[in-house]
């Protein structure tokens, strides 16, 4: 498994620019432009629209072109999204223009994503046993949210100071420098012997896909609205995003093996059930404590969501086409991100910012049912026979 550090190096680095924004565009946008929650929503949501789109062109290309390529790409993907956001800062007097190419930046980053993120994920499964699908997929998430925990409060810092424009330069310049990361690892050879059905593939991913794509609801929510609702309770912002990482990468360095132990869905079935109660407590919470809880229950919950279900997916996929069963599974990710960081934020707009958290905690409760459809069958008969009974008790 050291041959893995490297290459969560590179997501880490990688992913340090997301992070940084993530607290900080919402507050631009709503706070800087002038404009609405449901804007908010559509430009949040435009980088995982975007990977959505590309999320299975980069699996193919790292099945037949090879991980590292993939990598590369996407860095350079990323620099271009920091000249986006500088060219949107030119045009602060139309919020309107700003908006625009702030968005289409927000897209080209989310396609650089997909191609790193696919890219590494296709690199460590390659070097690493089978027997280790879970822990791959866990390693590469905890480098994602590990950048996320310092980046939130790194941007909020930048932010205060400087402004939108030092994130802008720093989305720029940091993909750049990843590129001496990646340059002396080397390459893995490409995977695919044929180029398989795009059906077949996503015949086999579709269900574990469904219940990733229902249960990061609680993922969409935190990312473009935890900074409104905290701002709107004039309670520190950074924290939220930091206490969310933190309990992220604690769960996955100390239960990142669960997966792979015990089954992909029976975790994906508790820890689902977990975000659902942290996504209520920061609808609920009175005061800064309380949701600072919830933000770390959803952290906690949503961690081993992702390789859970992840385990079920790459299990039913044909073995030689990892890459594009990766990037399609994680496809069900970017759909929800996409569609429902606009949703959540119609519905903010209409019912109060608090209303997404409870939306998004019905939505992840509902993924646990997935869950159960893919525990083994004698595993998911006596579930079902317990919730049976606690409904007659």
């Known amino acids: 498994m050291a041959a893995l550090i490297p290459i969560t190096g590179v997501v880490f680095i990688a992913f340090l620019i997301i992070g940084m924004a993530m607290p900080v565009l919402p507050l631009h946008v709503y706070q800087g432009l002038g404009l609405g929650t449901f804007i908010v929503g559509l430009v949040a949501g435009s980088q995982f629209a975007a990977a959505l789109l590309s999320r299975v062109w980069a699996g193919d290309q790292a099945d037949t072109r090879g991980a590292k390529q993939a990598v590369i790409v996407g860095l350079l993907m990323s620099a271009g999204a920091g000249l986006l956001y500088l060219l949107s800062l030119r045009l602060l007097e139309h919020p309107g223009d700003s908006a625009t190419i702030l968005l289409l930046g927000r897209a080209l980053l989310g396609a650089g994503e997909s191609f790193i993120i696919t890219g590494a994920q296709t690199w460590g499964l390659a070097l690493a046993s089978p027997q280790s699908t879970g822990r791959v997929l866990a390693w590469m998430g905890t480098a994602m949210f590990a950048a996320f925990a310092v980046g939130a409060p790194i941007g909020t810092t930048l932010y205060g100071a400087y402004g939108f424009e030092a994130i802008a330069l720093a989305t720029t310049l940091l993909p750049l420098a990843t590129l001496l990361l990646v340059a002396p690892v080397p390459r893995v050879a490409p995977t695919a012997r044929v180029r398989p059905s795009l059906a077949k593939v996503v015949g086999a991913v579709w269900l574990p896909g469904l219940g990733l794509a229902m249960s990061?609801?609680?993922?969409?929510?935190?990312?473009?609205?935890?900074?409104?609702?905290?701002?709107?309770?004039?309670?520190?912002?950074?924290?939220?995003?930091?206490?969310?990482?933190?309990?992220?990468?604690?769960?996955?360095?100390?239960?990142?093996?669960?997966?792979?132990?015990?089954?992909?869905?029976?975790?994906?079935?508790i820890f689902v059930l977990i975000e659902a109660l942290g996504q209520t407590l920061l609808w609920m919470a009175p005061g800064f404590a309380p949701a600072l809880l919830g933000a770390v229950l959803t952290g906690f919950g949503y961690s081993l969501v992702f390789p859970g279900f992840g385990v079920e997916a790459i299990r039913r996929a044909p073995p030689h086409n990892?890459?594009?069963?990766?990037?399609?599974?994680?496809?069900?990710?970017?759909?929800?991100?996409?569609?429902?960081?606009?949703?959540?934020?119609f519905i903010g707009g209409i019912a109060g910012i608090g209303s997404v958290f409870l939306t998004s905690a019905v939505v992840v409760l509902a993924s646990a049912f997935v869950a159960m459809q893919l525990l083994p069958s004698r595993s998911g008969a006596r579930f079902a026979d317990l919730c049976v009974h606690a409904g007659k008790v």
Do not use: E
Request: proline residues 4%; glycine residues 12%.
């Open 216 to 269: 990061s609801f609680g993922f969409g929510a935190m990312t473009a609205f935890v900074s409104l609702l905290f701002a709107a309770r004039s309670w520190t912002v950074w924290p939220a995003f930091t206490s969310f990482a933190v309990a992220f990468i604690s769960a996955r360095v100390f239960l990142g093996q669960l997966p792979d132990k015990i089954g992909g869905a029976r975790v994906a079935l």
């Open 322 to 345: 990892q890459g594009l069963a990766v990037g399609a599974y994680t496809a069900f990710l970017d759909l929800t991100l996409g569609l429902a960081t606009p949703l959540l934020g």
